[in-house]
Nanobody, 124 residues
Framework: QVQLVESGGGLVQAGGSLRLSCAAS????????MGWFRQAPGKEREFVAA????????YYADSVKGRFTISRDNAKTTVYLQMNSLKPEDTAVYYC?????????????????WGQGTQVTVSS
């Protein structure tokens, strides 16, 4: 089992920044990557960003490229999502998740464990 706890969400004005954190604990030794997903009201959950645990390779959705940065701290088994130039359409519940499969870091169905989510609200 892997436990994930997200933090850092909140209310911010358009153009502002937030930094999300996701702390992992438990049986994390076979984690290949960690990812961030988000779900806006009335919409399906979507991929935001991912990072491989050993090589630090990063992946981003087109909608956040150039604005969001994913990073990790292996010692703390924590992954971060720095979100800059936030837009009202970034409003969503943000979830982190772990991935053991190497098949596809952007494929939500492949992720194994999920956090409880943290709300991000961007006002216009």
């Amino acid at each position: 089992q892997v436990q994930l706890v997200e933090s850092g969400g909140g209310l911010v004005q358009a153009g502002g920044s937030l930094r999300l954190s996701c702390a992992a604990s438990g049986r994390t030794f076979n984690t290949y990557a960690m990812g961030w997903f988000r779900q806006a009201p009335g919409k399906e959950r979507e991929f935001v960003a991912a990072i491989t645990w050993s090589g630090g390779n990063t992946y981003y959705a087109d909608s956040v490229k150039g604005r969001f940065t994913i990073s990790r701290d292996n010692a703390k088994t924590t992954v971060y999502l720095q979100m800059n130039s936030l837009k009202p359409e970034d409003t969503a519940v943000y979830y982190c998740a772990t991935l053991r499969s190497r098949a596809g870091v952007t494929t939500m169905s492949l992720y194994d464990y999920w956090g409880q989510g943290t709300q991000v609200t961007v006002s216009s």
